[in-house]
């Protein structure tokens, strides 16, 4: 997936991103550019899933569905025009912050993968 820089920047207000990722303890280096193709919203928030699908990465699907590929969540929120994201894999979410709540499955897989739900 190629990333295009020429446009200008959007700032973004509102967002629960300090809330949403409570402690960031290890991602993935460098980030990555998230495939949106279908992604209903104009912003994927921080704490979103992020999943990985036959070598490609993309926001995990707003019904909570594909949880088996999860890889991390979203370190800040990011406009889908321009989805080039950090990829927390290792960390503590707030679950109730966020815009699309994990399921019980995915909050299993992240458990897995080193990510913690800690409810304030």
Known sequence: ??????????????????????????????????????????????????????????????DGSLHEKLVGVVVSTTSKAKPSVGVMTLGIINNNTLKYKFNAESLAVLQKLGIQNQID
Do not use: C, W
Not at 32 to 41: E, I
């Open 1 to 62: 997936m190629e990333l295009d820089l020429s446009t200008k920047k959007e700032m973004f207000r509102g967002g629960n991103d300090s809330i949403a990722i409570k402690k960031y303890i290890h991602g993935k280096e460098g980030g990555t550019v998230l495939d949106t193709t279908g992604f209903p919203d104009n912003y994927i928030y921080a704490g979103h899933g992020v999943i990985k699908e036959r070598g490609v990465f993309k926001p995990q699907p707003v």
